[in-house]
């Protein structure tokens, strides 16, 4: 049996190399493995590869060696088309800047990817109306992003980022932006849909501070995992 035959992703031997001037590689030989219900913290200073290393776990970028396997499908046998159509169904993604539909409410932006997923209208309010009760943000569903806080903007986008039910949640320094105080309340809200949904996340983050909300802590140095 394949030892990582259950792992939700993985790479293996990941380089990530730019030729500008003399070259620089954003990634070296990086092999990592995340399990189902795992909540894996990628800490490192900025510039250590952490963006990089999502962008190529989630397919928006192709390694320059190695090889990236989700769920057994390697992406570099998938056309741009079928990686785009994982990204839709099995991936979600929380960035650092909110990224919101600005013409959009907060309602609809958490549900402008069910729509785009042709999910029956039903449905569409019933989860919507679950992750606006659990991201606290039931008075605020019918206000747009520029009538929301920092923090609410945060929690709108985690919720698109939940609403189509993804396999794995990639989050790149999504406390950015963010005071002390409403950081940990997002990385609260991460464990809390990690440890009673079981969802997969993985988030990258320079700070330290957010190791205790994680189960596994993978520290990345200059491109490569040191820890």
Same mark, same amino acid.
């Given at each position: 049996m394949d030892r990582y035959e259950n792992a939700i992703i993985r790479c293996h031997e990941v380089t990530k190399f730019y030729p500008v001037g003399d070259g620089?590689?954003?990634?070296?030989?990086v092999h990592l493995v995340v399990y189902p219900g795992e909540f894996v913290?990628? #800490?490192g200073p900025s510039g250590s590869g952490?963006?990089?290393l999502l962008n190529i776990l989630g397919g928006i970028d192709r390694p320059s060696h190695g090889e990236v396997i989700m769920k057994g499908r390697k992406f570099s046998r998938m056309s741009e088309d079928d990686l785009a159509l994982l990204r839709r169904k099995d991936l979600g993604f929380v960035f650092q800047f909110f990224n919101?539909?600005?013409e959009l409410t907060a309602w609809e932006n958490i549900a402008?990817?069910?729509r785009i997923a042709g999910v029956p209208p039903s449905e569409i309010h019933e989860r919507v109306g679950s992750l606006l009760s659990r991201l606290h943000l039931e008075g605020r569903a019918n206000?747009?992003?520029?009538?929301?806080?920092g923090g #609410?903007?945060?929690r709108v986008a985690i919720g698109r980022a939940l609403a189509p039910k993804p396999s794995l949640i990639l989050a790149d320094e999504p406390t950015g932006n963010l005071d002390?105080?409403?950081?940990r309340e997002v990385m609260e809200l991460f464990r809390d849909f990690n440890q009673r949904d079981g969802q997969t996340f993985i988030v990258a983050s320079h700070a330290s501070e957010f190791e205790q909300y994680a189960t596994r802590v993978v520290k990345l140095r200059d491109g490569r995992i040191v820890e």
């Amino acid at each position: 049996m394949d030892r990582y035959e259950n792992a939700i992703i993985r790479c293996h031997e990941v380089t990530k190399f730019y030729p500008v001037g003399d070259g620089v590689f954003a990634l070296q030989n990086v092999h990592l493995v995340v399990y189902p219900g795992e909540f894996v913290l990628l #800490e490192g200073p900025s510039g250590s590869g952490k963006t990089t290393l999502l962008n190529i776990l989630g397919g928006i970028d192709r390694p320059s060696h190695g090889e990236v396997i989700m769920k057994g499908r390697k992406f570099s046998r998938m056309s741009e088309d079928d990686l785009a159509l994982l990204r839709r169904k099995d991936l979600g993604f929380v960035f650092q800047f909110f990224n919101l539909i600005p013409e959009l409410t907060a309602w609809e932006n958490i549900a402008f990817p069910l729509r785009i997923a042709g999910v029956p209208p039903s449905e569409i309010h019933e989860r919507v109306g679950s992750l606006l009760s659990r991201l606290h943000l039931e008075g605020r569903a019918n206000h747009y992003p520029i009538e929301l806080s920092g923090g #609410e903007q945060q929690r709108v986008a985690i919720g698109r980022a939940l609403a189509p039910k993804p396999s794995l949640i990639l989050a790149d320094e999504p406390t950015g932006n963010l005071d002390s105080k409403t950081a940990r309340e997002v990385m609260e809200l991460f464990r809390d849909f990690n440890q009673r949904d079981g969802q997969t996340f993985i988030v990258a983050s320079h700070a330290s501070e957010f190791e205790q909300y994680a189960t596994r802590v993978v520290k990345l140095r200059d491109g490569r995992i040191v820890e």
